[in-house]
């Protein structure tokens, strides 16, 4: 006989729902308007006009959907990790956790240096600009690939563990979902050996990050990576 669901395990259900929808719904505009989105983007608007813009669709992607759940569950940031009990422990071993990673890279050659967000299209046009555009410019920047992306991935983890609750520490189902979730959205599938190298030391980067969270109750650890080391080299 089907276990029934218990009522939080529906609302995680709803909730889960949401910020998938949310961001497969703007992952499909910006990839069947990509070519308007980037003509913009790189076109002749102002500087900081295209770079809000640009930081909006990334919420879409990665921010939207925890923050419509988040409002309409009345729960703070904080009872999703961000909070000071556990801040150390966290981040030590969410930096860790990007070793596999930073490792692959250097291997590979594609360590190219080290500035934060240096990934992000836009990022070496709005550094270029002077005081204070290039700070106004950076903000949207910061919150948009830095915070909310880190962020996603810590509340979305959070509400599925809810829905599937883990049956050990490394059998986490929100850790595993998450790690997938973000190879998907990121294009990084594998194909080639190099690629498929690549796609695992991202899968264990994100898989690490959740499960750092879960096991210390904060998610400044998820946030740290995706604001001082993710897009940074």
């Known amino acids: 006989m089907k276990k029934a669901l218990t009522p939080a395990q529906k609302k995680a259900n709803t909730d889960v729902s949401i910020i998938l929808l949310s961001s497969l719904v703007v992952f499909a505009l910006d990839m069947s308007l990509q070519n308007q989105i980037l003509s913009y983007v790189f076109g002749a608007a102002p500087l900081l006009l295209r770079t809000v813009f640009m930081a909006l669709i990334q919420f879409g992607l990665a921010g939207l959907g925890i923050t419509i759940v988040c409002l309409l569950r009345k729960e703070s940031f904080a009872s999703h990790g961000l909070r000071m009990k ?3 422990p966290a981040v030590a071993l969410s ?10 890279m ?3 050659g594609d360590f190219k240096g080290y500035l934060p967000f240096q990934g992000v299209k ?8 002077g005081f204070p555009l290039n700070v106004l410019g950076m903000i949207p920047i910061i919150a948009a690939w830095g915070f909310f992306e880190g962020f996603n991935y810590a509340v979305l983890a959070d509400k599925l563990n ?8 490394w059998l986490n189902w929100g850790a595993i979902a998450g790690a997938v979730f973000c190879v998907l959205i990121h294009g990084a599938i594998g194909i080639t050996p190099a690629g498929i190298l690549e796609m695992l030391t ?3 980067l994100i898989y690490g990050l ?6 210390t109750g904060n998610a400044w650890g998820c946030v740290f990576v995706f604001l001082f080391m993710w897009n940074a080299f």
């Open 86 to 88: 556990g801040l150390l």
């Open 95 to 104: 930096f860790l956790c990007f070793a596999p990673h930073f490792i692959f």
């Open 106 to 108: 250097i291997v590979t």
């Open 122 to 129: 836009l990022t070496s046009e709005v550094l270029a600009r």
């Open 162 to 169: 809810q829905r599937y609750p883990p049956t050990s520490m």
């Open 202 to 204: 991202v899968l264990l």
């Open 210 to 215: 959740l499960v750092v969270k879960e096991r």
